[in-house]
């Protein structure tokens, strides 16, 4: 179980990592446009943060240039880069041949078992199934992560993507999910719970001295 943050807000990002429960982070092309910073500073600042696994999306049309951008990428951020990729044909090519290389992959844009099990032919390192996207649809996002959880065999990860609360995030580990990728908001309100808040007041009320 691993919880990413899905942000290119590199402020926020570090300051959440400082609490030592965040294993990466996952970005993508709007993410980094609302940032406002370029990505190439966005990776080079959570880097020296010391964030070990960070998403770098790459957008393309060909095999050719979705491989030769991840491959761009990883020689430039090595160990620290996953390429993510959209689940497309083109890319899923690209995405076995990065495998095959051992760079890690994350194929997003998962809305079907059947997109999963073909991302996970291709040797994605992680899979990102979108829960919110598929909730706004009146499509069911939880049962998209049981159904890929039961149907995928082998080492791709399952890492639940667009989510837009805390009680996701039980439910998606729950039904199967490896980890989870959640907004700064939703991470914070990780935290809260009104019955802790009165607890702890009437804890500190209470104690001796
Ligand atoms: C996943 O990696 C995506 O960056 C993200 O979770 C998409 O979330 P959204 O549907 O809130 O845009």
């Given amino acids: 179980m691993k919880l990413f943050l899905d942000s290119a807000i590199t402020k926020d990002i570090i ?13 993508n092309p709007t993410l980094i446009k609302k940032s406002g910073d370029n990505p190439l500073n966005v990776y080079k600042k959570l880097i020296d943060a010391g964030i070990h696994d960070i998403s770098m999306e790459v957008v393309g049309e060909t095999e050719r240039e979705f491989f030769e951008r991840g491959v761009t990428l990883y ?8 390429i993510k990729l959209p689940c497309c044909i083109e890319a899923l090519k690209a995405c076995k041949r990065l495998s095959d290389l051992n760079v890690r992959t994350n194929v997003t844009l998962v809305f079907s078992p059947a997109q999963a099990i073909l991302a996970s032919l291709a040797g994605a390192t992680y899979i990102s199934p979108f829960i919110g996207r598929m909730d706004d649809n009146s499509l069911d996002g939880m049962k998209l992560i049981n ?8 080492n791709t990860k399952i890492l639940a993507a667009s989510i837009r609360d805390p009680q996701s995030v039980g439910a998606a580990f729950s039904l199967g999910a490896h980890i989870c990728t959640v907004p700064v908001e ?24």
Wanted: proline fraction near 0%; avoid cysteine.
């Fill in 15 to 27: 300051d959440r990592h400082k609490t030592g429960l965040i294993a990466g982070v996952t970005t």
């Fill in 147 to 154: 159904d890929i959880s039961n149907a995928l065999t082998g």
């Fill in 75 to 82: 020689k430039e951020y090595g160990e620290y880069a996953t």
């Fill in 186 to 209: 939703v991470f914070d309100k990780m935290y809260n719970h009104v019955l802790t808040d009165k607890g702890i007041e009437q804890f500190n009320l209470d104690s001796y001295g």
